[in-house]
């Protein structure tokens, strides 16, 4: 069974400074999906960014980026100008592909805070 | 986008009655629903994952008589906390796949209180 790991329970960053979520996962396929979701204190999950384990670019959105290092199964995740509004729980996903129904499997998630 | 609408957004039972919880797709159609749980800063758990007209799969250690799950259309899916218990409270998120984008929506969330 795929695991996900997140290491770090808590982290904090100064407004409009780069913090970097670090994401491990294993895994023994080959091709697979790999998220960052957002969770504020509303508790809706918002889909952050998403990366394709066969391609070797990897994903931005905007001031989100990943770091995906697949032989390393690293997934880390990017904030540039950290705002207020990137304060949240912040989780790492993993979804196997083997299948069209394959769940979502979660890291236990990484709660960022915002300083001003 | 693709919206999952879940009610009730919050709920207050009581020890041994029933409650359900719906999930709506609003603009796709939702062959999969996967119902997850989720407590108090912990991360999402997997529940079960249901397909449309078809029995759920629940994962190891859930009760299926207590969490009572169908997917009788492509847009709604319903769970229902029977018999329910104090440590029935949590927060409950159902996902739902969207079959036409192969992408995965959320609702927004229960929180179930039983008293």
């Known amino acids: 069974a795929q695991t996900v790991t997140q290491s770090q329970p808590e982290m904090s960053v100064q407004e409009a400074e780069t913090v970097t979520l670090s994401c491990t996962y294993d895994t023994s396929e080959s091709d697979y999906y790999l998220f960052w979701y957002k969770q504020p204190p509303s508790r809706q999950m918002i889909l952050v960014i998403r990366?394709?384990?066969?391609?070797?670019q990897n994903a931005t959105e905007n001031r989100f980026s990943v770091n995906f290092q697949k032989a390393a199964k690293s997934f880390s995740l990017k904030i540039s100008d950290s705002q207020l509004g990137d304060a949240a729980m912040y989780f790492c996903?993993?979804?196997?592909?083997?299948?069209?129904?394959?769940?979502?499997?979660f890291g236990k998630g990484t709660r960022l805070s915002v300083i001003a | 986008g693709a919206v999952v609408s879940q009610h009730p957004s919050r709920v207050i039972c009581k020890s041994g009655t029933s409650v359900k919880i719906e999930c709506r797709s609003l603009?796709?159609?939702?062959?999969?629903m996967f119902w997850y749980r989720q407590f108090p800063k912990q991360s999402l758990m997997l529940m079960a994952t249901?397909?449309?007209?078809?029995?759920?799969?629940?994962e190891q250690g859930v009760e299926k008589d207590k969490f009572l799950i169908n997917h009788a259309s492509l847009t709604l899916s319903t769970l229902t906390v029977t018999s329910a218990h104090p440590e029935d409270s949590s927060f409950y998120i159902c996902?739902?796949?969207?079959?036409?984008?192969?992408?995965?929506?959320f609702g927004s969330g229960t929180r179930l209180t039983v008293v």
């Open positions: 996903a993993y979804r196997s592909k083997t299948s069209g129904n394959t769940p979502l499997v």
């Open positions: 996902s739902a796949r969207d079959s036409g984008s192969n992408g995965y929506t």
């Open positions: 990366q394709e384990a066969y391609k070797q």
């Open positions: 603009d796709f159609q939702a062959t999969t």
């Open positions: 249901s397909n449309e007209g078809s029995k759920a799969t629940y």
